[in-house]
């Protein structure tokens, strides 16, 4: 079985958790304002962690926001190929940039959704 290796759960983890200086705009494009924006932008994290039942193969990450809880699944098998970052063809990325990876596709498939998209809780798989 396909497991992730190590530091992938921590760095997703501290990845999920940051926040970074974001500029704001008015309407007509002018600087209105700086500020730390959180990674999470309104959603609050639940739990992240291996699956009790399969171990380091899949990363369980629950979301909450607004009473919608999103539950996604991370399976190394999606993201690793012998041994290697399954991307890394197409990006030149090492196993170093794969939990940013990781994190870019957590916010594509929930982060920058409404939870009302969502329908009530759900499971979303992250590839």
Do not use: N
């Not at 983890?13 to 974001?22: K, Q, T, V, Y």
């Amino acid at each position: 079985m396909t497991e992730f290796p190590e530091g992938v759960l921590d760095g997703l983890r501290e990845i999920l958790l940051s926040s970074g200086e974001g500029t704001f705009y008015g309407p007509g494009g002018e600087v209105t304002g700086t500020g730390q924006v959180p990674f999470l932008a309104g959603w609050h994290l639940d739990r992240i962690g291996f699956d009790p039942d399969l171990g380091r193969s899949r990363i369980v990450c629950v979301l909450s926001r607004e009473g919608t809880t999103v539950t996604g699944v991370v399976d190394a098998g999606d993201w690793i190929d012998g041994g290697s970052y399954a991307y890394a063809p197409m990006t030149g990325a090492t196993w170093g940039e794969v939990t940013p990876m990781l994190s870019v596709a957590v916010q594509e498939k929930i982060l920058t959704r409404d939870p009302a998209e969502f329908g009530g809780d759900t499971e979303v798989r992250i590839r």
